[in-house]
């Protein structure tokens, strides 16, 4: 027992980069090139088969930072409207608060494979430094709007320059060793789904201060003429706290002087950092990495990814205006500062969920699996959620905590699936590339999202009395058809699974 113990350990210890063939770059001998960043990054893993907390907490705090801006205008997005008087009824609000919620993903959309494609070449650091610069400026610029165009224009601004998202997702992959990288990822889609619920519940309890916190805040101050700018200044104020910290995040690009042919050789360079089994799956060779395009299972990965973010948007906006909409309406008529205490003990959950249970189901029955699973049970969730108009009291706001964590659990389950995924489907210096092409379709469904969203939320608000699912029921039955749509689409044909990750 003592020896085959001790065997165990020396294997895990193995270094990385002592590989079979020596490729003179330094990456396939064991060696390290003095002034590359990645081979500092290399040589790291290959000394310690732990995990890189370090590293990782800058994954944490990167991808919360970019998270926390895009949905903490939700809870006020709906009185943020109505007090910049562009809507002329309220039944209207959802239609324009919609596009406001578009802008952002619009310009993601636009610019996520560039990032992606300029992460590679410059580097992973520069990119999300850049990134977070955008979200201290433009979020807080966001706070200031006095017009509604000057608010669509912070925010198509914000998501145009803010493309770190894909980067960080390559940067999670490389920091670790390979049995690490579902940790790394769900560290990202974690940071990222409480990003989305912090935000809101920020965006909540901070905004329109001058009213709730008359004693603290005059009715005099900039906080009352702005009343929306306070969630986004201390958005802002952490970001740049973040950015600061930036300064001691390595680099994990390697940038070798010597090798001028670095893309055209791109499987001796790096081949440590692929998993032998992963090779083997893709077509029996290393072609896909000429065109992502034509790499299937990384093209299925993202189609899926689009499908369920589309549906994650969505259901975001519609839950924040259905929420706070009025009960004639098929609303809850609860505050934003209600609303905000809902997602914030959703955020809360869904730390706890990410690091400790997530990571149990994806070794017991893997992440294809568990993704099928949780969009199975958010179907009857959703179908639950307009009947809750019968509840008031605290049994309402049992019920509706409940049924929140469930489904932003089940939701985050799913989307980490995607992102272990789209990274098993490239080699290293792709991955940035990936990720970005990934960030452009899967923003430019996040744009039609909240557009869409509102537009249908104003027109089902005008059906109360339809005899075919009336009110808010035809919203959520448009949700459930979405989270069908990508259910199917998580089987085959639809779906190319790396041979080693196949269930089917």
């Given at each position: 027992m003592g020896d085959h113990g001790r065997r165990r350990q020396a294997e895990a210890a193995a270094p990385l980069l002592e590989k079979k063939g020596s490729t003179g770059t330094g990456v396939g001998d064991g060696s390290c090139i003095e002034g590359c960043p990645g081979c500092v990054v290399d040589r790291r893993k290959a000394a310690s088969s732990g995990i890189p907390y370090g590293s990782f907490l800058f994954v944490w705090i990167v991808t919360l930072c970019t998270a926390l801006p895009i949905s903490s205008l939700f809870p006020f997005l709906y009185f943020m409207i109505r007090d910049l008087h562009v809507a002329k009824r309220t039944e209207d609000i959802g239609f324009y608060a919609g596009f406001v919620g578009a802008s952002f993903m619009f310009g993601r959309c636009l610019t996520s494979t560039i990032w992606g494609i300029a992460a590679d070449r410059i580097g992973r650091k520069p990119v999300v430094v850049f990134g977070i610069f955008a979200v201290v400026i433009f979020n807080m610029l966001f706070g200031l709007s006095f017009t509604y165009w000057m608010a669509i224009a912070t925010r198509f601004l914000l998501g145009a320059l803010n493309g770190l998202l894909g980067p960080i997702k390559a940067y999670a992959i490389e920091v670790c060793r390979p049995e690490h990288e579902a940790l790394a990822l769900s560290l990202v889609s974690t940071a990222w789904g409480i990003g989305l619920i912090i935000g809101p519940a920020i965006g909540g309890y901070l905004s329109q201060p001058a009213e709730?916190?008359?004693?603290?805040?005059?009715?005099?101050?900039?906080?009352?003429?702005?009343?929306?700018?306070?969630?986004?200044?201390?958005?802002?104020?952490?970001?740049?706290?973040?950015?600061?910290?930036?300064?001691?995040?390595?680099?994990?690009?390697?940038?070798?002087?010597?090798?001028?042919?670095?893309?055209?050789?791109?499987?001796?360079?790096?081949?440590?950092?692929?998993?032998?089994?992963?090779?083997?799956?893709?077509?029996?060779?290393?072609?896909?990495?000429?065109?992502?395009?034509?790499?299937?299972?990384?093209?299925?990965?993202?189609?899926?990814?689009?499908?369920?973010?589309?549906?994650?948007?969505?259901?975001?906006?519609?839950?924040?205006?259905?929420?706070?909409?009025?009960?004639?309406?098929?609303?809850?008529?609860?505050?934003?500062?209600?609303?905000?205490?809902?997602?914030?003990?959703?955020?809360?959950?869904?730390?706890?969920?990410?690091?400790?249970?997530?990571?149990?189901?994806?070794?017991?029955?893997?992440?294809?699996?568990?993704?099928?699973?949780?969009?199975?049970?958010?179907?009857?969730?959703?179908?639950?959620?307009?009947?809750?108009?019968?509840?008031?009291?605290?049994?309402?706001?049992?019920?509706?905590?409940?049924?929140?964590?469930?489904?932003?659990?089940?939701?985050?389950?799913?989307?980490?699936?995607?992102?272990?995924?789209?990274?098993?489907?490239?080699?290293?210096?792709?991955?940035?590339?990936?990720?970005?092409?990934?960030?452009?379709?899967?923003?430019?469904?996040?744009?039609?999202?909240?557009?869409?969203?509102?537009?249908?939320?104003?027109?089902?608000?005008?059906?109360?009395?339809?005899?075919?699912?009336?009110?808010?029921?035809?919203?959520?039955?448009?949700?459930?058809?979405?989270?069908?749509?990508?259910?199917?689409?998580?089987?085959?044909?639809?779906?190319?699974?790396?041979?080693?990750?196949?269930?089917?």
């Open positions: 709730k916190f008359p004693n603290v805040f005059s009715p005099d101050s900039l906080f009352a003429r702005f009343p929306y700018f306070l969630p986004c200044l201390c958005i802002s104020v952490f970001a740049a706290v973040v950015l600061i910290g930036c300064i001691w995040m390595p680099e994990t690009l390697h940038k070798h002087k010597a090798d001028a042919n670095r893309s055209q050789t791109v499987e001796a360079l790096e081949s440590h950092l692929i998993d032998p089994k992963e090779k083997a799956d893709q077509n029996g060779s290393l072609d896909c990495k000429k065109s992502l395009l034509s790499n299937w299972p990384l093209m299925s990965s993202i189609i899926l990814y689009c499908v369920f973010s589309f549906h994650d948007m969505a259901y975001t906006e519609i839950f924040s205006l259905w929420a706070e909409s009025d009960r004639k309406y098929g609303g809850l008529s609860l505050s934003s500062e209600d609303v905000g205490q809902v997602l914030a003990i959703t955020g809360a959950s869904l730390l706890v969920y990410q690091l400790f249970i997530y990571p149990r189901i994806n070794k017991v029955i893997g992440h294809i699996k568990a993704s099928r699973i949780a969009a199975i049970l958010c179907i009857p969730i959703l179908f639950a959620y307009p009947y809750m108009t019968y509840l008031s009291g605290p049994g309402l706001t049992i019920i509706l905590n409940i049924a929140s964590v469930i489904k932003n659990n089940l939701g985050v389950t799913i989307i980490t699936g995607c992102f272990i995924l789209q990274n098993n489907a490239v080699p290293q210096d792709q991955r940035g590339a990936a990720n970005g092409l990934a960030m452009t379709g899967m923003s430019f469904f996040k744009a039609v999202a909240p557009a869409g969203a509102g537009i249908v939320f104003s027109w089902a608000q005008k059906r109360q009395q339809a005899s075919f699912l009336p009110g808010d029921q035809m919203v959520f039955f448009l949700l459930n058809l979405f989270e069908l749509l990508g259910l199917i689409l998580t089987f085959k044909p639809f779906l190319a699974v790396p041979q080693q990750h196949d269930t089917n």
